[in-house]
């Protein structure tokens, strides 16, 4: 449904309602990866979770070891010299509301001392307003604060909608317009309970992508996940002092 300053793209209305159609169709038959936790490194662990949509379900991966979860994993584990054992809680499809009613809860029983959050997509795919989607990100925050371990959190960002294989103009316009709304929205929570968030380059290469054009494959995910282990950094400096998960 457009949104009252999108109403510039009314003549567009039926493209846009077929090209919504078939993408959802089209971007709809890869499966989730089948693992869901996993551990990497050696030594004492902290707990990692991410948290969110069909990014953090594996969507895109064969497994999640190749996925964004697993490979922030990793870098994590690798650059702090510790061990990270981490569960993947996520749901295709998921928007932020979802995201805060059913999953932060699973997350949070978790008790993770680093969250990986994506959340957006769907968002800007159902017309959240910004401001809205604001309010539940920082909910999300506020709730993921009350673990036991209090995480730091790393939104992954959203990415730039326009460039996305899969979607042809004008629904590649209008999403991408939605996507770097919602992304502003965020980045005016930097900060906020320490929480950092993830700016995508304007454009992502065609390679990064998985074979729908939409979810990221393993090479995008290994970008991705290079940007958000940089946002645990000051995080990590002394990531085994108590020596507890």
Same mark, same amino acid.
């Given at each position: 449904? !457009?949104?009252?300053?999108?109403? =510039?793209?009314?003549?567009?209305? $039926?493209?846009?309602?077929?090209?919504?159609?078939?993408?959802?169709?089209?971007?709809?038959?890869?499966? $989730?990866?089948?693992?869901?936790?996993?551990?990497?490194?050696?030594?004492?662990?902290?707990?990692?979770?991410?948290?969110?949509?069909?990014?953090?379900?594996?969507?895109?991966? $064969?497994?999640?070891?190749?996925?964004?979860?697993?490979?922030?994993?990793?870098?994590?584990?690798?650059?702090?010299?510790?061990?990270?054992?981490?569960?993947?809680?996520?749901?295709?499809?998921?928007?932020?509301?979802?995201?805060?009613?059913?999953?932060?809860?699973?997350?949070?029983?978790?008790?993770? =001392?680093?969250?990986? !959050?994506?959340?957006?997509?769907?968002?800007?795919?159902?017309?959240?307003?910004?401001?809205?989607?604001?309010?539940?990100?920082?909910?999300?925050?506020?709730?993921?604060?009350?673990?036991?371990? =209090?995480?730091?959190?790393?939104?992954?960002?959203?990415?730039?909608?326009?460039?996305?294989?899969?979607?042809?103009?004008?629904?590649?316009?209008?999403?991408?317009?939605?996507? =770097?709304?919602?992304?502003?929205?965020?980045?005016?929570?930097?900060?906020?309970?320490?929480?950092?968030?993830?700016?995508?380059?304007?454009?992502?290469?065609?390679?990064?992508?998985?074979?729908?054009?939409?979810?990221?494959?393993?090479?995008?995910?290994?970008?991705?996940?290079?940007?958000?282990?940089?946002?645990?950094?000051?995080? !990590?400096?002394?990531?085994?002092?108590?020596?507890?998960?």
């Amino acid at each position: 449904m !457009l949104k009252r300053d999108e109403l =510039r793209w009314l003549p567009w209305a $039926p493209l846009l309602l077929a090209e919504g159609l078939y993408a959802r169709i089209a971007t709809a038959r890869l499966p $989730p990866a089948g693992d869901v936790e996993g551990r990497a490194g050696v030594g004492r662990a902290i707990r990692l979770v991410g948290l969110g949509d069909s990014i953090v379900a594996g969507i895109g991966v $064969p497994t999640h070891s190749v996925g964004l979860v697993g490979q922030v994993s990793r870098l994590v584990a690798s650059r702090a010299g510790i061990a990270v054992e981490w569960t993947a809680v996520g749901q295709s499809g998921a928007t932020s509301a979802l995201v805060l009613e059913r999953l932060v809860p699973r997350a949070i029983a978790l008790e993770p =001392r680093l969250v990986v !959050l994506s959340v957006g997509v769907n968002d800007a795919v159902a017309g959240v307003e910004p401001p809205l989607f604001k309010e539940r990100l920082a909910a999300i925050v506020d709730a993921l604060a009350t673990s036991a371990r =209090r995480p730091a959190v790393v939104f992954g960002g959203i990415p730039p909608l326009e460039t996305f294989p899969a979607l042809p103009w004008p629904l590649s316009r209008l999403l991408g317009d939605r996507a =770097r709304r919602l992304q502003q929205a965020a980045v005016d929570l930097v900060g906020y309970r320490s929480l950092r968030v993830v700016n995508f380059p304007r454009r992502i290469a065609a390679g990064g992508f998985a074979s729908d054009g939409f979810h990221p494959g393993e090479a995008g995910c290994a970008a991705w996940a290079q940007w958000v282990a940089d946002g645990f950094a000051l995080s !990590l400096e002394k990531p085994a002092a108590t020596g507890r998960r």
